[in-house]
């Protein structure tokens, strides 16, 4: 998995300066009291020493995502004859969480001359966490896990100037992509995956027998690639044009260096696959690899453990940590990469049958049991609820206000548990602590010919004006119903509705599980003709990212699809994934990966999680979203 390396070059003195390609304004002390710890590096192709290169130190942008950093040193240090370079102490760190980030720009290589194509970059995570004496690699593993986590945050210029920034109110999206940097990639040694991925990480009977082989295969293609043009002459060589023409152009220029190569690469990932790997073809300095090209070079991790059987819901924490729900009666939290922190939690023995969930503002998961434990309810069903610490709270289950065979559930900004009772065709709201609104023995008038308004209700999202969207199974319709039960609207979408999702302009995004179709309704409500293809069969998961962009799980074809939000430039229900879906690869490598997908879920550094209910697994799509504050109360808010 460690690149082989040819040793010192013979002329280590010799090096013509590089022109550095991040931001290049002028250098101004950052505002800030947090003094930074000193560290070391080494800058290496593969396992040579890249020798005088320049170094420079950043602290991450908080304009925007993508803004520009903050330069954290006077002067660019300058990489020995071993590829090391040493950061002293006494760097001032805008904030004790300012995350850091390093890039190294040039150098040469085995006695080839100065590359100004070679750019590479890592980072060590947050300011306050860097330990006095740590050491970390720059190579073209640590470049590529960084592109792939910090997708979200990161912004080329037309200049291939390469900026990593968040808003201000995101540090803690950030954050967490500083932590899956260090889950993909060993940042001490520069190989793949990290030491602290984890060892469920690799279902029983996988393909990949080896643990997160599948996340370092697809590293060591593009870090082969960039190893191709980083042992070359520059950007004229045979290795560097192959890598530089081939990757997606940001803006409608192409990359100059290496590290905008990579980034357009994951930020574009369905985009010149074949010639991207044909690229990764010029060196074998990184293992393993891929044995053929990919679907496209979008990066997921799938994650076994936590007691997951049957899983369903997905919800995520205010700390990026994620919850499942599984049918067959346990509920499971996983760290933002992937850890098991609790398995099989049973809520004291009231699980049963759970589909539902969600997480509220104080990081409690709510748990819709489709039929109770006998002598709860009556067998009809309840909601069990499990705090941040893996206990059920007093009070838990709620079996009043109506509740019957309960599926779907979503909070609101308020707290309030909006429930759908599918057996009794009704709608119950709980306060957050579980006494039922007005309305106790669940919303389920009739319209003005005597019909139901609710048909089997499975799922249900709420809307910035606290409007809840039901969908209705057995009517081919969602029904809006205002949070009093006085109004209800429906509006046929499909065949099936099974899933709903709201966006921050309250457009409603609705999967038609059996007519395998996603529709919208508008904020106006105007019904858009429902979408097929990109992979679309059977969807039960539908989630909305922070740009508006729809992300749909698909019970049948065990991929994921993306669609253009409403408001779009390439139009709403637009079909954004491969015509096979994305992550088609995860499929054919190992089909629990996504088999039976379930639950959709996006958090704050734009991952996507998708529940496999037939693979009793948690699949990650890494960094392909917009990012989302969480927990989800109400519509979609961008952090």
């Known amino acids: 998995m460690s690149g082989c390396g040819a040793g010192v070059p013979a002329s280590s003195s010799s090096s013509t300066a590089p022109v550095v390609s991040t931001p290049t304004t002028p250098y101004v002390p950052p505002v800030g009291n947090y003094v930074g710890a000193a560290f070391g590096g080494t800058v290496l192709a593969g396992g040579t020493p890249v020798v005088g290169a320049s170094v420079q130190l950043y602290a991450a942008g908080t304009t925007g995502n993508g803004s520009a950093p903050v330069q954290l040193l006077a002067n660019a240090l300058a990489t020995g004859a071993n590829g090391g ?44 966490s860097l330990a006095t004496g740590a050491s ?43 932590g899956t940097l260090a889950n993909l990639v060993n940042l001490a040694t520069g190989t793949s995956p990290g030491p602290g991925f984890p060892s469920s990480a690799t279902p029983a009977g ?118 499942v729900a599984s049918y067959f009666g346990v509920a499971s939290l996983f760290s933002n990469t992937g850890s098991a922190i609790y398995g099989s939690l049973t809520a004291g023995g009231t699980l049963y049958e759970s589909f539902g969930g969600a997480v509220d503002a104080n990081d409690t998961m709510w748990v819709t049991n489709e039929q109770s434990v006998y002598g709860t309810n009556g067998g009809n069903g309840s909601v069990s609820l499990l705090s941040s610490a893996g206990t059920a709270p007093a009070g838990s289950p709620y079996a009043a206000g109506g509740i019957d065979f ?55 999202a709420v809307d910035g004006n606290r409007n809840g969207w039901v969908a209705n199974q057995s009517s081919d319709a969602v029904t809006k119903v205002t949070p009093d039960g006085s109004s209800y609207t429906s509006y046929v979408t499909g065949g099936g509705p099974s899933g709903v999702a709201v966006d921050a302009n309250n457009n409603v995004w609705v ?38 962009t729809v992300w749909v799980g698909n019970y049948r074809s065990a991929v994921v699809t993306e669609l253009a939000g409403v408001g779009s430039a390439s139009g709403a229900g637009t079909v954004l994934s491969p015509p096979a ?27 996507v999680w998708v529940s496999a209910f037939g693979g009793n697994v948690l699949t990650e799509l890494i960094g392909v979203a917009a990012p989302v504050k969480t927990p989800l109360l109400g519509p979609v808010r961008v952090p």
């Open 85 to 128: 370079f040493q950061v002293a102490a006494g760097y001032t760190c805008p904030l004790s969480a300012s995350v850091l980030y390093v890039v190294a720009s040039g150098g040469q290589v085995a006695g080839q001359p100065a590359n100004g194509a070679l750019e590479l970059m890592t980072s060590p995570g947050a300011c306050s």
């Open 406 to 460: 309960p599926l779907g559930m979503a909070i609101d900004g308020t707290g309030v548990a909006w429930i759908t009772d599918y057996n009794g065709s009704s709608v119950t709201l709980l306060s957050a602590a579980g006494v039922p609104l007005s309305g106790s023995s669940g919303y389920n008038g009739v319209d003005a010919g005597g019909k139901a308004n609710f048909q089997f209700p499975v799922a249900v």
């Open 511 to 548: 999967a038609n599980q059996t007519g395998s179709s996603v529709a919208a309704v508008t904020a106006a409500g105007v019904v858009l003709p429902a979408v097929a293809g990109g992979g679309i069969d059977h969807p039960l998961g539908v989630a909305v990212d922070g740009n508006g």
């Open 206 to 323: 996988s393909v990949y027998a080896t643990t997160g082989q599948a996340v370092a295969a697809k590293i060591g293609s593009l870090a082969n690639a960039v190893h191709g043009c980083a042992a070359s002459s520059g950007a004229g060589s045979t290795a560097c044009a192959a890598l530089l023409s081939a990757a997606p152009s940001a803006g409608g220029v192409g990359p100059a260096n290496t590290l905008a190569a990579v980034v357009d690469v994951v930020q574009a990932p369905g985009t010149n696959v074949a010639p991207v790997y044909r690229a990764s073809l010029a060196s074998s300095a990184f293992s393993p690899v891929l044995a053929g090209a990919p679907a496209d070079w979008m990066l997921y991790a799938t994650y076994a453990g936590g007691g997951m059987n049957g899983a369903s819901a997905v919800s995520i924490d205010s700390m990026g940590r994620v919850w």
């Open 581 to 607: 879906g994305w992550a088609a690869d995860a499929a054919q490598a190992d089909r629990s990966n996504l088999l039976e997908s379930y639950g959709v879920a996006i958090d704050a550094s734009g991952n």
């Open 136 to 178: 970390f690699v720059l190579n073209e593993a640590t470049t590529v896990g960084s592109a792939y986590a910090f997708a979200q945050f990161l912004s080329v210029s037309a200049q291939s100037a390469v900026q990593l920034g968040a808003t201000s109110t995101n540090s803690s999206g950030i954050a967490l992509a500083a």
